[in-house]
């Protein structure tokens, strides 16, 4: 990779030259949200910029950027198509290369690199996308076996279905937010003792059980038309990109609730991402073969390409309210078994209409190893019976008040790492009884 | 009710002067959708109504709204609250009365009637708003208790917590469409023996299990802060209206996938509701009790007022490619255990944010009766061993392509009916292998 003319990159930083993630953001200038691509410690105020820059000489071909960068969402520039994601991305590489071809357009403008380029600490981050719908799959794989094994046993730990199709549920669109966004630990219908035989008498009360879930997020780029799949190997070419994704879950109102329709109020309450989606194209790279599955696939899932899953590092960081951070779990996006195309082909198999913005979470990652590579607390703490170790000697079973919650993940070597930034998210108490 | 001067007016039809619901209309002068009401076999357009009135004669202190009914979907109107939904009705009312009180408006005004006033088979109706998230719930005891004795017998019909909270899954808004929007039947994974021991072996095949759901759907006009929950006693003051609504399923894809994350592609290929919102003040007059919980209610669904749900006369017609037309179900919109307030109360428990356009389904309405008051076919044919005749001799177990099937549901005595016209949609053949 080239070497970039902005200033104090850290080598360690997630958003190289090789990077160049979009999200939205608010300036003190301009409070209106509008598109931007990190850099190093910076951002590129796209909007700024293409209202002071001569855009065919950048994105030649390309038409009504200045419109686009100027909404308050990425969806019009999601639905622009891969093809010009590369584009723009290619041509924002050049023109932050130390040997860009068109030198005078940034590089060597003072005037419009003081209005454009900004320190990330000065501006505000936004939800990239409107989200029309949000669905959550259930394709980490070693997740899926640890809990299934936790309440059935080893023998039933996958339910028949597992293996034959990417089970998933529709989530709750309008709690998705940015990550930063205060959680309020939720309050809701929960059995204080569930192994007590006899009637169930549940309580109205805050959960104690509150957990997260490690997952990948995916952003839709383009549609489909009702009643018209998306053939696997065509599903590429519907993704925009990709966040980090926590599906804080209440485990304790989940279990409850959830026979027979699923997940309800126990993960509805919040869902937080990172806010700067990292295109598709930037981690191609990164492929690798997901977890081997030996059933014979349905011909709808089977995929041409191999390697369809990413090898991202991710890490969970737990940091409490004295402010001590302990890192609780480390992984790889690798462990799903299956990949986003499959996914997007079970979808909309029946003919369900994907629209740009949507998102799909991977389902909670966890590695195959021990504890340390668990991507929900349920899984490190066995359900609360044992004690996650922090920093200091603290314990946590489940989250306290007060506790924060990063998501960190990024591939490739110091110098062009490809990452996404924080997915944060502080807990606060309950707003209602 | 006064009478009104809009001719010819069918004492049967669903929009008497009583009745006035909104929807979202497009017509031969003006193809971008707008805002209208429903008044006999007419609509009044209320985009060309505004544009030509002087409108604070008719809604005093109002403001915006010629703006506001030129919107594509009716969220904008919706948001303004309760209090202005009963000015505006109230105002068109009059308008629309023999005895007006401002006759030079409207009635005596030849040239804003044959602009405004259009005939029903002249425009085209739109999805009256924008769905941010739709929820399906299952408040429909005998259909709850009727299916889960039919795959769990009778003494585990009902889960342990289905008297304790309404119980709902997060459905598809981006497959919600209106009344007359074809339907394909989904091709789906499906077990062509569910019975057979041993391993489970699926087929991806169109579903052989198409089936409806009679259902009351309920829009929400004013959101609530994420973390903040909707009192139930507050909730009536956050419902706009409400629609039929056909949450169209395929029982065998549902069957196979549903385990453990709830309903899927068995739902999310299509749901279909009615154009026009009857507004929440409209089915006031029509309150009765719900179905007696003896359960001893969690605070927070405790409802003040004892009459929360409505006496709504449902009705489910099956016609045939050949044109035949059966009616299949009779019930009622009262056959609920659970109101839309408790419904909403439970959803925001946890923090859960609502916003305005927002969709609520009741879950399959089915009368205590026998099997003409079912308000599936899986009911009324115990899962496919028995069958519902039809005119002529015809049968079905599940739907046919070419079978169209009509909700409809009113309330009044002729003359001043409320009704909610026709939720109506046609089986295709998939368009997918
Ligand atoms: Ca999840
Ligand atoms: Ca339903
Ligand atoms: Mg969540
Ligand atoms: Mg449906
Ligand atoms: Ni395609």
Redesign the interface.
Known sequence: MASSWVPDIDPRSDFSLANIPFGIISTADDRSPHAAVAIGSYVLDLKVFAANSDLTAVFPGINGLTETFSQPTLNAFAQLGRAVHRQVRAGIQDLLSTDTAHPSILRDNADLRQKALLPQRSIKMHLPMEI??YTDF?AGYHHAYAVGAMFRGPENAL???YL??P?????????V?VSGT?V?R????LLLDPSKTG??Q???AP?RKLDIELELGCFIAK?NE????IAVDDAEEHIFGYVLLNDWS?RD?QM???????????K???TTISPWVVLADALEPFRTSAIENKTEL???LKEGREKSVFDIRLEVDLTTAEGDTTTIGRTSSKHLIWSFPQMIA??T???????AG?LLGSGTISGPGGVGERGSLLEMTENGKKQVLLYGMDMRTFLKDGDTVTLRGFCGPEGARIGFGECRGRIYS???S
């Open positions: 029309g719908d259930y339910q028949p279905n034959h199709l089970v998933g549920y529709h989530g709750r669109a309008s709690s937010v205060p309020h939720p309050v809701g219908q009637p169930k549940p309580v109205t959960s549609g009702m009643g018209r799949g209440a109102i409850w609730e959830y026979v027979p329709l699923g997940p309800f109020n126990g509805n309450f919040a349905q011909g709808y079970h979808h198999l029946g003919g369900c209409p994907m629209r949507d309950s707003l209602q």
